[in-house]
Each structure stands twice: as C-alpha cells, then as structure tokens.
C-alpha cells in the first residue's frame, strides 16, 4: 500500500512572487492599507487606491485570510480597468486565480478569474509571451482542479504551444510546466502513456534548465506513472533517480521521500515477484537482492529521517520499514511496529498513512494464516476519508474481496436437508 512519502513530490501551481517565501516587501499595518485606502477614495485618487488595495492585499496574505486577499485582488482588477491598464488588471486577476486555487474546493472561482485574466490578457499587445504561459498554466491548473481534464489539456497544450514558437531558452522551465500540465490532464483522461511521455520530457527540460528540485519532482511523478501501467521496476528506477538527484541538493526532507517511495515500489515489484506471471523483471528483483534492498532503503529513510523534526516523517519511514520486515517474512516483527505507529499516525491526523499501516496489518493476518476482513475494511475507510490516490482503494478492495473469498471457501458447509 502507498503512504505519504509520495507527497513530497506534489507539483502545484508556480506561485507568484508574492506569494513566495521570503520575497514579500515589508508588510504595511493593516490600519495604515486601510486609512490609505479611504483617504485615496475620498480623493478620487485610483492610482492611490490601487497600491493600498494591493497593500492591504498583502497584510490579509500575511494573516492567512485567503478570501479577504481574493476580494483585494480583483477589486484591484477592477481600478486597474478604470484607469485603462490591462497588464494591471491581468495581474491581479491572475493573482487572485492562484489564491482560489490555494483556497481549495470549489474551484469554480479559480477558474473564472483565471479565464477572466486571459481574456483581458487576449486584447492587450504588450503581454509577453512568459505572462501569458502563466495566465495559461493557471488556467489548466483550475480547470483540472476543477474536473474538467478535457479543458485543462487544451490550456496546458496551448501553453506550450506559445513556448515552442518562440525557440527560446528562457522558456524552458515555462514549456517544462506546461507539459507537467498536460501530463496531469492526460492523467485525468486515463491516457496514462500521454501522460507519462509528457512527465518523461518536462525531466529532460528541468535538467537542460538546471532546476534538480523540479528534475526530481519529476521523477517521482514519473515514479507514481509507471507504477499505475504496473511497470514496478521503471517505477523503481525513477524513484532512485529521483533520490541521486536530491542527494545533489542538501534537501534532506525531500531525499527521505523519494526512499519512501523507493521503497513503496519495491515492495510492491517483490510482491509482483512472488506471484506467478508477476513479470520477468520482478521475478528477477525477487530472487536476487530485492528484499534486501527494500530493507537496506527503508532503515536509511528511517535514520535520514531522525535528523529532521518532523514526527510525521518519521512514522511514515517506520511505516515503510515494518513493510520491508513483512517482505523479508518477519511478520511478528512488522506487526509490533504497526501498532506502536497506528496511534502516533492517528495524533499526526494522517489518515492516509493510518489507512497503509491497516492494510499491512490485513496483509501480515493473511500472511500468519488469520485473515482479518475489519481491518482491511477500516483501511479502506481510511482511504476515502482521506481522498486518497484510486490506487490505494484499489489495493484495499483487492484485498478484501480476497479475504472475504478465503472466509467463503474456509467456512464449514451445511449438512444436506434430510429427505422428508
């Protein structure tokens, strides 16, 4: 089963510089915005409305009230509309496009600033190519948050369109996000060969453009790609690369994901193994060094993961090596760790994780010859309250329609009805 190692290669939406750490001016109080805000009304004064509009925009961003900050923004929009500035306009809409994608569901509000913005972005001649790649990634951003894979395609597509016409280097990493767009959107439609050549050339552009933060998000995109075609061992590889790139870069917390997800694949290509018809490739990973690589990854995350603060990281890398003790057969073991994890997982509020800690504890029970049903059903509870992955709850349901097969055929028969 999947944990949350994967999250650690999640690709949102390029934030502005607004939005950026460390990148935001001073914050104005938010009674001096306000008081420059009436006085600049009172005077009839737009261009001084608009910069305490966006002042007063930052404070609410500083105090995390994201609706208040949306509402800056497009009021803003709206004085920039007065005062005849598209690219000002555009700007903010964009801005406040972003901020409802932050926000989260529903998105219908994301994607109607953000096709607000490219239609006023469409009857402006100065917006560069680079701001309108943007307006469209946002665009396709929202619209897939948003259900609709089909438009967000065609928002993404034409955003590398616009990348490839010019033939210029320093739109690289923007033709880059484009295709993690359209990679997504092909996700979406089911197209997972699309999807994964998109992911597969956004690699190639990252690495050309020299971002090995997003070379090995990538990866890990790639990773979780192959895994949904089955193909474990390219999943394996991709995840690897993913962790020799991080290990370039000092991020420490990302490293110890990409060997959970290592280490999630390769205990899924083990299990593969050991069943006929599991592939040539993971039949080969089984009977060679597979279990004791799954072992050797998975004590690593756990003692990167000891240098870093967070609990929850370190419950998910313990997570991971209770898996790798089941696939060396040390189940009694494995199961010790699951229930000293469940409770400090529950406290950690990760519902996804306390779902694969439950499933590996329907595993091992099936395993030990005590196939547990509750439990792989509470794992699947977990999964759908947590709105995980298709493919967690498929492995869940997998499994219980499995233990519940074994229970049918193990069950006692009735004696025949004597014959009147």
Not at 324 to 332: F, H, Q, R
């Amino acid at each position: 089963a999947s944990s949350g190692g994967e999250r650690w290669f999640t690709l949102t939406a390029m934030a502005p510089a607004e939005l950026s750490n460390g990148a935001v001016p001073a914050v104005p109080s938010q009674e001096l915005a306000e008081k420059a805000l009436q006085e600049s009304r009172e005077k009839q004064d737009q261009r001084g409305e608009v910069r305490a509009l966006e002042d007063l925009l930052k404070v609410h961003l500083e105090q995390g009230y994201l609706s208040q900050a949306i509402h800056d923004a497009k009021e803003a929009a709206a004085v920039y509309v007065a005062l005849g500035d598209t690219l000002g306009q555009v700007k903010q809409l964009h801005l406040a496009a972003q901020l409802a994608l932050r926000q989260g569901s529903p998105f219908d509000k994301a994607v109607a600033c953000a096709e607000a913005a490219r239609s006023a972005q469409s009857t402006c001649a100065d917006a560069s190519i680079e701001d309108q790649v943007l307006v469209l990634q946002t665009l396709s951003a929202a619209h897939l948050a948003n259900g609709a894979a089909k438009e967000a395609l065609a928002a993404a597509s034409r955003a590398r369109e616009l990348c490839q016409d010019q033939e210029d280097e320093e739109l690289l990493r923007c033709e880059a996000v484009s295709l993690l767009r359209i990679s997504g959107a092909q996700a979406k439609l089911g197209d997972l060969e699309a999807a994964l050549s998109a992911a597969s050339d956004a690699q190639e552009l990252f690495r050309e453009y020299g971002d090995p933060l997003a070379e090995a998000g990538v990866c890990g995109l790639v990773a979780r790609l192959q895994r949904e075609r089955q193909d474990l061992s390219g999943a394996r590889l991709a995840a690897d690369t993913a962790r020799a790139v991080l290990r370039q870069t000092g991020e420490l917390a990302r490293e110890v994901g990409a060997l959970l997800l290592s280490s999630q694949v390769a205990s899924l290509e083990l299990a593969a193994g050991a069943q006929p018809g599991g592939g040539a490739a993971a039949r080969e990973f089984y009977e060679g060094k597979g279990r004791n690589k799954v072992m050797a990854k998975a004590k690593e995350a756990v003692s990167l993961s000891k240098r870093l603060a967070g609990e929850n990281l370190m419950a998910i890398a313990r997570l991971a090596q209770a898996r790798a003790k089941v696939s060396n057969g040390l189940l009694e073991e494995a199961m010790t760790e699951l229930k000293d994890l469940l409770p400090v997982l529950v406290d950690c509020g990760d519902l996804r994780a306390v779902g694969a800690a439950k499933l590996l504890q329907a595993n091992i029970s099936v395993l030990s010859g005590t196939p547990d049903v509750a439990v792989a059903k509470e794992a699947l509870d977990c999964f759908k309250d947590a709105g995980a992955p298709p493919h967690d709850t498929a492995l869940a349901q997998s499994l219980i329609a499995r233990l519940q097969q074994t229970r049918a055929s193990s069950a006692p028969r009735a004696a025949p009805a004597a014959d009147a």
